[in-house]
DNA sequence: TTAGGGTTAG
């Protein structure tokens, strides 16, 4: 190419474009860009240069964080493109796909879900997408963790018809339906990924390990981690710890000691990771002398502790009521260098409000050090408290802001999708994938993966969720410092004004951020349905799960949990069923809480024979029952006049080693007493008698 | 990819 006498070679253009953009001089790049496209003539070499300039600029300023500028160059070029790819044709210049995919990645991963899907249309609408396998791969999955399945399923849908998935793509799809809770779903679809000529790799071992564990599965998760080394992989420690937690998770501590010695064995050295799960787990389990002595161990030895650590005690101590002792413990994490977290500093707090002990909010906020936190937070409590009790303000309630029609009909319409299902029975084994339905109809008796076809195919139909299920529970953040009010510390906020039952404070509150365009997060709204439903504001809380639904923020496990003990408030525990069918449904799973929700919610409402029966079914599916559990049905049973059966829970949970604590003693004082009561009644029946016949 | 919100008692 020529300009005034001087030649100058593609590559040497490109060379100094990157440079520039090396050094953080964009304008100037910008600028030889735009001087080349529009000054030089170019000749033969227009058709190649211009695109390949363009792709290698883009390139270069995702690679240097420069996504903004990158999307404003990516919209002009398919803006003025006119549909061909790479230039071909009458001068076009695209963003090639490593281009394209380079974009897509950097927008992922920085969590621009608007833009990736801005980028996506614009792709579609061009005509361009798809690009080639991997910038599918990078669709399914963003589209997948973004809680939009149904994207990413077509997307799949898609690929298989050309041909093209690959082991990452399986690998990816695996992921996404364990994400959105349909564990089930992943584990048919890996069964079919073994038979379509593709090998498992210890990312989709890793994955389905992760899923299968904390959706209590951990049968599968023993299962898999057993076929995993059969098939000469060697788990890393992560692996481990997902089934560690697993077994711990659902109570089942005896499998959870032979992991851990497992573990020795293989000659893989425990992680603070695996430590914390651990302590957790003890605690957890009702060995909180034990947990703390593992702390206590590990500590005096300066090993394997870190922030998380301390963040464990000091939950429990909490728990426990032994405030003196937490505060102690945040001095020492203090003094050790490692950060106060707002989840710790909530827990204090609100530990704090319940046990009326200010002064000692008071001493924790000299020890924390850089903590302009806890000022802040106290800060604001009381700018609220004082315009809560401006009369103006006063007058006006907060509550009506999530109010909703009515009654329980409008919790069903909530949570149901298209009344898709027929049948409603309380059976939970009946919602299971039906794999013989799958296979009937339209779908290729002969493709390598006839669930897949079948998931793929229930897209767009009648499968959609007015609520989205996910598993995921909300990322846990550090503060980001005192003049960012971002989603977590309005949850800490929340969870204070709750805590101490100030519901309008929580609502002004939660109006405020909301008005700020804060997003609320699931916590935020299972936090504030919580409290209503405590309080039985049922129309509110069912206005939340309505505003949840608006808001297109995905359910989880515990807005469920919250559904069933607001029903059970209602007494109408006869729905919980039917909403247990939808959780299911939606792929969503039983954890341990949720047992003990829904035995208690039957048992207050004197369905005590399908409280037992659920008890049964958990244990059947791999929970072992807790200190909760147990103390649920032995009240439950006294309190329906069946002591025997009360006493027969009390030997089970003996017999099981499950310690009982201070809730059973309570329980217990109750049997006892109505134990004496039948005893007086049987005493006087029988003086009665004798009288009779004296 | 481990700690918070959701379960019993009061």
New binding site residues.
């Given amino acids: 190419m020529k300009q005034d006498g001087v030649v100058l070679d593609p590559l040497t253009f490109k060379m100094l474009l990157d440079a520039f953009i090396k050094s953080g001089k964009f304008d100037s790049a910008l600028e030889i860009l735009d001087h080349v496209e529009n000054e030089l003539d170019l000749g033969e070499h227009t058709n190649y240069l211009m695109p390949d300039l363009y792709n290698s600029v883009l390139v270069a300023l995702v690679r240097n964080e420069q996504l903004g500028l990158a999307l404003t160059i990516f919209f002009k070029l398919l803006d003025s493109s006119s549909g061909e790819r790479n230039g071909e044709g009458n001068g076009g210049v695209f963003p090639n796909a490593v281009a394209c995919n380079e974009v897509l990645v950097a927008l992922r991963k920085a969590g621009m879900k608007d833009e990736f899907k801005r980028v996506f249309d614009k792709l579609k609408e061009k005509g361009v997408f798809p690009l080639d396998t991997y910038g599918y791969n990078i669709c399914i999955h963003a589209f997948g963790c973004w809680g939009e399945l149904g994207v990413s399923l077509s997307l799949f849908k898609e690929m298989k018809e050309k041909g093209c998935p690959d082991l990452c793509t399986y690998n990816s799809l695996v992921l996404v339906l364990c994400l959105a809770g349909k564990v089930k779903d992943a584990l048919i679809v890996w069964e079919e990924l073994k038979g379509s000529g593709h090998e498992p790799d210890e990312i989709t071992y ?1 994955i389905l390990i ?1 899923g299968s564990s ?1 959706t209590y599965r951990t049968d599968d998760a023993t299962k898999i981690f057993s076929e995993m080394q059969y098939n000469g992989f060697r788990p ?1 420690i ?2 481990y ?2 089934l560690l ?1 697993g077994y711990l ?1 659902a109570r089942k501590l005896n499998e959870a000691c032979q992991q851990f010695e497992k573990m020795a064995d293989d000659g893989v050295r425990a992680s ?2 695996t ?3 651990l302590i ?1 787990g003890l605690f ?1 389990n009702g060995r909180p002398a034990a947990a703390y002595a593992l702390f206590c161990d590990l500590n005096k030895k300066g090993q394997f502790v ?4 301390y ?2 005690v000091t ?1 429990q101590f909490c ?1 426990e009521g032994r405030l003196e002792e937490a505060i102690q413990l945040v001095e020492e994490m203090e003094a050790r260098g490692f950060v106060v ?4 500093i ?2 204090l707090v ?1 530990a704090h409000y ?1 046990h009326g002990r200010w002064e000692g909010i008071e001493r924790l906020m000299k020890h924390i050090r850089d903590g302009n936190l806890m000022p802040t937070v106290l800060k604001w409590k009381a700018t609220m408290e004082a315009s809560m009790k401006d009369p103006q303000s006063r007058s006006k309630d907060f509550t009506p802001m999530f109010a909703a029609e009515g009654d329980f009909n409008e919790v069903l319409r909530l949570i149901n999708s298209a009344d898709r299902r027929s049948d409603t029975s309380g059976d939970t084994e009946g919602v299971e994938p039906d794999k013989k339905d799958s296979l009937s109809g339209d779908t290729d008796q002969w493709s390598s993966s006839p669930y897949m076809d079948h998931l793929a195919n229930q897209v767009g139909s009648d499968n959609h969720s007015f609520l989205p299920f996910s598993l995921s ?6 503060e980001k410092g005192t003049n960012s009010f971002d989603i ?1 510390m309005v ?2 906020y929340l ?1 204070i004004f ?2 101490k039952g100030k519901l309008s404070l929580a609502c002004k509150l939660f109006e405020i951020f909301t008005d700020m365009g804060v997003d609320p ?7 504030m349905m ?2 209503f ?2 309080k039985g504001y049922f129309n509110e809380a069912w206005g939340v799960l309505n505003e949840m639904g608006d808001n297109t923020c995905p359910t ?7 559904i069933i ?1 607001g029903l ?1 408030k209602m007494g109408r525990a006869d729905l919980a069923s039917a909403v247990l069918d939808k959780l299911l449904e939606q792929g969503g799973y039983l ?7 829904l035995i ?1 919610a039957l048992g ?1 409402a004197g369905r005590t024979d399908e409280a037992t029966k659920l008890f049964q079914q958990m244990r059947s599916s791999g929970i072992n029952p ?4 147990y ?2 049905l032995v ?1 439950v049973h006294s309190k329906a006049d069946r002591l025997k059966d009360a006493y027969k829970f009390l030997k089970l949970m003996l017999n099981a080693g499950c310690p009982p ?4 003693d ?2 217990l004082d ?1 049997l006892k007493e109505e134990i004496e009561k039948v005893r007086y009644q049987k005493a006087s029946m029988k003086l009665a008698n004798s009288d009779k016949y004296s």
């Fill in positions: 890793g992760h904390k890393s992560n692996v710890n997902f937690d998770k603070c990771w430590y914390n799960i957790d957890r870190d922030g998380i650590t963040s464990i939950l728990r977290g707002l989840v710790t909530t827990a609100i319940r529970r909300g990322k846990r953040v550090l977590d949850n800490t969870s709750l805590a997060v699931g916590y935020t709204y299972n936090s919580s409290s439903v405590k989880d496990i515990a807005t469920y949990n919250v003990q059970g954890d341990i809480v949720m047992y003990n929700t208690n207050k807790d200190v909760v559990t103390n649920t009240e604590n201070h809730v059973t309570t329980t109750f």
